[in-house]
């Protein structure tokens, strides 16, 4: 059986459960094979912001890429993939997107993506944004990425972090369609 493959990125804005959440959603899917690209600064707040270590969010994925690797799979587009998710996304990393700069794995893996026309899904972390945040966010809409900020919502009435968490998890794997257990969409009971 050939198994669908998400390109997962990982970069250093904060929220970097988000990713690690995502990364354990897909463990429940054995038709789909997740592969990582973690940035040098979400190590860093993998580390500050989680109780995780690397090495066990490596694990979580089903291959992992060195990020210097320029040349590894995720830079050809004969690579097939469903997509990518950046998530979460730091303005440094929109803006490499965006401008074309592809100086390591994770910005060429999504650079790929969207010259062969696949869905990336970029998961913007920040608050406030400037102008520039905003028309990076326009390019890259403009070329086809969808942006998903998580956003919270109240009308599944989350108890928890991780309920709003999960939602937000499960609103971006659905636009994969991938339907997460649980998953409570307005109008509709679980």
């Not at 990713?19 to 038709?31: A, P, Q």
Request: glycine residues 8%.
């Amino acid at each position: 059986m050939n198994k669908k493959r998400l390109v997962v990125g990982i970069s250093g804005a904060s929220g970097a459960i988000l990713g690690i959440n995502l990364l354990e959603t897909m463990k429940g899917f054995s038709d789909w094979e997740t592969h990582l690209v973690i940035s040098k600064g979400a190590e860093l707040t993998i580390r500050d912001e989680t109780e995780y270590t690397i090495e066990e969010v490596e694990k979580l994925a089903d291959k992992v890429y060195n990020i210097y690797n320029i040349g590894d799979s995720l830079a050809s587009g004969t690579f097939k993939t469903e997509g990518m998710v950046i998530i979460p996304c730091s303005m440094k990393t929109i803006a490499g997107v965006a401008s074309g700069y592809s100086d390591n794995l994770l910005l060429r893996a999504a650079d790929v993506t969207i010259k062969e026309g696949r869905r990336l899904v970029v998961v913007s972390r920040e608050s406030p944004l400037s102008v520039i945040h905003l028309k990076n966010m326009l390019t890259l809409a403009q070329a086809g990425a969808m942006i998903i900020p998580p956003m919270v919502t109240y009308y599944n009435k989350p108890l928890s972090i991780e309920d709003m968490n999960k939602h937000i998890v499960a609103k971006i794997l659905d636009k994969f369609g991938i339907e997460v257990h649980g998953f409570k969409r307005w109008g509709e009971e679980v």
